[in-house]
Each structure stands twice: as C-alpha cells, then as structure tokens.
C-alpha cells in the first residue's frame, strides 16, 4: 500500500470546517466561544484547523490487474456456448434436467480452464481506497438529534404520522447525520492528465482514436440503452398486467384513507403494511391526477422501479468498471423479472429499489473506509424497512457483510474502525426507522404477522418438519434462476426459469468464476456477492406454512439485484477474454451485441406476451363491470342502488368500484339478503356470475318485471348478468 500522491494542495479552513471543529464536542464549543473576544484563542483555533485538514491520510492500494492470455479465447467461447446449449434444455416446453446439466458441468469445467489459461477473467475489483476515520462525532448536533427524535418517539405513540412528529424525526435524522458526517479532503481526477490517444490496429493500420470521442461514445451508448430501458418499464403499463385482483383492492383503501386523515405508519388492513406505497401513490395522484385506480398503483411502481436503476449503474462500477455497470443496467433494465414486479401495481420494488443503495454504500464504505458512505447506507437501510416486509431480510445480509470484511481484516486499527462504522449504520437506521420501531413496540403481534404467518403458527400448522420444508425451500430458490420460479401467476411466468435464456447461463458461470477468483485472491466482496443470493431470497424460502408459495419472485426480488449484477460481471470478463485488438474488439462487440438483442426480444417475449396472455385468462373482469355501473350513473345519476352478488371463486366486489370511482365501497349484496333491496326505490340494478341461477331465480321472483341481460365480455368465458329494475 502507499499514499496516495493525488492529495490537494493545503488550503484555507473554510466556514463548514470552523461549524465541524467548534461543534466536535462541548470543550470545542466553549473554546470557539472564547476565541470570539480573545484573540490568543483564535490564533489557537486556526492552527487547531489547520491541523486538523491534514489529520486525514488517504491510503491507495492500486488494483492488479490479471494477465490475460494473447491467443484467442476459443475456450471462453466453448464455455459459453455449452452453458446456453445448458440452459436452453430447461427452456420450456424442453425442460430436459439431466441433459442441462451434463452441459452444465461440461461449461464450469471448461470456464475454470479458460481462468487458468488466463482467457475469462472477471473484471477487476476497483482499487481500495482507505480514507482514516478520525472517529469522532459532532456534540451538540447529536445531542439535538437525540432530544427531537426522543420527543418524536413519543409522540408516535398513536401510530400516525403528525405535523409535530413527522417534522422532528426528520430533524433528528438530519442532525444525525450532521454529527457525524466527515469533509473528506477531494482527490483529484484524471481531468488535469494530458490524455494520449488510443491506438487501434486493424487490418495493419493504425487508428488513432481521441479519448474524448469514446467518452463521448458511451455517454451516448449509456443514454440510448436508458432509452430502452424506459421503453420496456413504461410501455403498455395500462394494459400488462390488464385487470387488479384483492390485493390491489386493499391499497386502494388504504390510500384513499390517508386523505381522510388516517396517516398511519403502518396500514393494518389486510395482515398489515409498511407506509411507503400507500404516500408514494398519493403523491402519483396529485401529481398526474389519475385517481384511486389501478392505473395509479401501477404507475407509481413502475417510477419506483426505474429510480432503481442509477443506483443499479453505481452498483456495477463498484463492483467492476464503467462497462460492467453499462452491462448491468441494460441486462436489469431489460429483464423480465423486476419489469413484471414494478407492473403489478403492490410494494414489490421496494424490495431491489432499497437494497441496491444500501448494498451500494455499503461495499464502497468498506472500500474505502469514507464514514459518509455508511451514513447514506443506514438511511436507506431504515427507508427500505418502511416499503416492504421481506426487506426486513438485508439487515442480515449488512450483518453478513461486515462480518465477512472482519474476517478478512489483519489489523487492529482497522478492526475497530470496523466496530465503529457498524454502530454508525445501526445507529441511523435504527434513527430512520423510528416511526415503524415505536409501532412494533406497541403492536408487535400485527406488525409480525405476516412474516410469522409465513413461518407456521398454532393457527397454521408446517405440513411436515421444519428443517426438512426449509432444506426443500432453499433448494427450490436456488434453483428459480434457472429451473422453475413458481407457480404465483399474478407476478411470474410460472414455472419457467426466472431469467431469460442469456443471463441465466451468464449467471451460473459468474457464480463458478467468482468461487475460483476468491479461491484464488481471498477478497471479501466475491464472498459476499455469493452469500447475499441465498440471504436475498430467505423471505420466499422461509414459507414453512405454505411451500407452495416458494419460490415467489416478489419475496426474493431483493435477490434480482445481485443475480443479475454476477450475470453483467461475467458478460464483462468475456467481452475482454478477447484482447484489445481491433479485429478482437469488434468480434467481441458483435457478438455482445448478439446476447444482449438476444435477452432484449426474449425478455420483451416473457412480460407482454408470456405474462400478460395467462394473466388476462386468469384475471376477472371486474372493469368491465366498472364500466356497467358507470353507465348506470350516467344514466341515472345514482349508484347507491346497484349491488353485486358473490360468488365463489369469483370476483372481489370491492373493484368494480375502484374502475368506476368510487375506491370506498364494497358493492356485495349477498344471495340471502337480496329482498334487503326492496326496501329501496327503483332503478336498480344487479350483476352476478352467469351460472349463478339461484340468484337470478330469486330476483325474479322479488322482481317479475325486472329485465335480464347477458354482458358478452372481450375475457373469453367471463360473461356476467345484468338484472335491471326500473319501476
């Protein structure tokens, strides 16, 4: 290791290092106090911060890169070839298990080969960068941070959100951070590096190429994969997924009470709900003033998936280099898997919106030991504990992390360092979690019952011993990747491999490169990109209950992140298997640019055909129904009178309304109370399921004059009745 020569000249100490210093602690304050009339004390004070700017020591360790083999890599080429021939026996209808991984083996065999020879490198992991702690906090604004987020927690005792409450939890957090944070010296970039140009040899001519003009190049290549990456996450979001089920029923609700002044922290309807949705939908609302539909439960999911995708791009550079992150965005952009969950209109996008930040700030904390970073890591681990319950997992997996740098650690300092950027993570989420912590407190039975639910109870026995559903769990999970994802139609193409054919094979090779590299280099952030898959995916795996729901893309969408992030690592260790020649360049390129048009039309295949055909088969045209009662109103200017009868199986009578706007009723009027509505005047009107015949029977004999309609619906085999009363 050696220092790094890249520090900024000494400068003047500036107002935010005058408000650092003289807030460090309470001797500091009263110094700066006394500095004001005393002029001995303010000679000592500029030479305190003087000081304390050169306290900070960088410490670069530069990243070695492998040495890469000059012949062409037929063996890299080999393996891959045999690991899409692999996977492309399990693609349905195929599914032939024994012959994939025959192939399987053949491909790790062959990738392993190819390491050893030098061809299949994974990319490089970014240099580390130890930045010293100086490991103190600021005084007084974490005594302000404490005392409002003390009063705060009080005052959350009701479980709602308040002017008061709200407005102190966000100070606490602000001042928090603000006591902690550290104004690291800048290091300089390579802008003041007189840049050569590249030279390409093709065909024996040499081709000087500007470095400007490819940076140029890939902010424009960048933009345009963006481009398409909108495309696929925004377009028919009206139509795929086409019609809402129970579930968004109870968003909806949930929703539409906030404006009734029911600010929870966390929704109990429907065994319970962390908050973020139900304000991020409001806020849709507004904004777009799409109403309580399901189109604005759709759309909000969607925006929620597409901001995770800068941070899936810093992920990547993090774990590689600009083209790994440009590898990932586009493979994550594109792939069916977290498309189809940011579509169905529920919290599942919270899940990988949340655990890419944190895990981004978190591995490059650890990188570079820069405090600020693991203060962004515990705000977004605390944010993420308010979306969506199965990230209730990824404190684990930061437990998990930490524990592996520790064990990779040889010195003392650095272990207590570590300690200490632990507690700061703990500490501010802990902070941010604040709100939905003083609601466990009070409710821990309902704020558990979902995940416990899960786990088997008195009410819900396991169907067999629980050490032997979980080993079948896991096993299950792992294999979603590339085997089966399921059986849940209404967020899944089920019972195929989660990934397309392209990234499910780049996957399982990125797995065996990143065993071998850490067999080989013994770095921290190989083991942990392989712990984390089976971390990320426990919420699905710890259905004991209920097995069947195991595998469930939404419960192990956290896990898509880190999947797909091995699949663009291994994408980027082909694409320079083949060298920096031009020649070498260009069929590497092209043949990049064949996988990935490959994954693009396959992914576009799986979410608006594959996905969104057996979910319209499946889905109960409750809009069309919508649109009936909408024309009742507009004909008869009244709603009140129009009911719908259950039946089994059939649809849930509170979404009609939703489609016809009114979120906060529930049309039901059940078949053994229906002579309740002849207490009402005419017009009425009566929808119920078409083999439903003891209901029509009924309303003929409380209303002989009554007019039976059949509504022919565009859902082959959802037709319905129409019974009207108009006198």
Partial sequence: ???????????????????????????????????????????????????????????????????????????????????????????????????????????????????????????????????????????????????????????????????????????????????????????????????????????????????????????????LIVGLVLFYRLYQVDAVPIEPFSDHAEKILDVYEITEGNRFVFFERNTGREAIQFYWTLLIINIFNTGFSFFSLKLGTVLLGILTLPFVYQLGKEFGNQRVAIFFLFLFGIAAWPNIISRIGLRFPLYPLFVAPTLLYLVRGLRTHNRNDFILAGIFLGLGLHGYSPFRMMPFLVVAAFVLYLLHLKSKENFQQTIWWFLIIVAVSVFVFLPLGRYWMERPDLFGYRALSRLGDIETPLPGPAWQIFLSNLYNGLLMFNWDDGQIWVNSVTNRPALDLITAALFLLGVVLLIVRYIRQRDWRDLLLLVSIPILIMPSVLSLAYPGENPALNRAGGASVVVILVAALALDGFVTSFGSGAKRKFIAYGLTGILLTTSAFSNFDLVFRQFAEPYKQSAWNTS??????????????????????????????????????????????FQDRLAESLAYPAPKMFIYWNVDTETERILRELYPNGEVSRYTSSFPGKDFYIFLVEE
């Fill in 1 to 223: 290791m050696q220092q790094s020569e890249n520090l900024p000249p000494e400068q003047e100490p500036t107002v935010l290092d005058l408000y650092k210093s003289a807030t460090k602690d309470w001797n500091s304050f009263s110094n700066f106090l006394r500095s004001l009339w005393d002029a001995r004390k303010r000679e000592e004070l500029n030479a305190s911060l003087t000081h304390q700017s050169d306290e900070i020591v960088i410490v670069e360790e530069k990243a070695l890169e492998p040495n890469r083999s000059s012949a062409f890599p037929w063996l890299a080429l080999f393996a891959l070839a045999l690991a899409l021939i692999a996977q492309t026996f399990v693609e349905p209808p195929q599914r032939q298990g024994m012959l994939s991984v025959i192939f399987y083996l053949g491909a790790f065999g062959v990738a392993i080969w190819s390491y050893r020879n030098n061809e299949w490198h994974l990319p490089t992991l970014p240099a580390i960068r130890q930045v010293q702690d100086p490991l103190y906090t600021r005084l007084i604004p974490l005594i302000i941070a404490v005392v409002c987020a003390g009063i705060a927690f009080y005052d959350f005792k009701d479980g709602l959100f308040t002017w008061l409450n709200t407005t102190l939890w966000i100070l606490s957090i602000i001042f928090l951070a603000v006591s902690l944070w550290v104004n690291y010296p800048k290091i300089k970039t390579e802008e003041n590096i007189v840049e050569t140009p590249k030279e390409l040899k093709f065909g024996g001519v040499f081709i000087s190429v500007n470095q400007n003009v490819i940076k140029w190049l890939v902010r424009i290549i960048t933009l």
């Fill in 624 to 669: 069309e129904m919508g649109k009936v009662i909408s024309d009742f109103r507009d004909e008869y200017g009244q709603t009140d009178t129009v009911w719908i009868v259950p039946y089994p199986y059939w649809v849930d009578t509170r979404l009609p309304g939703v489609w016809a706007g009114i979120p906060d009723r529930d049309f039901a009027l």
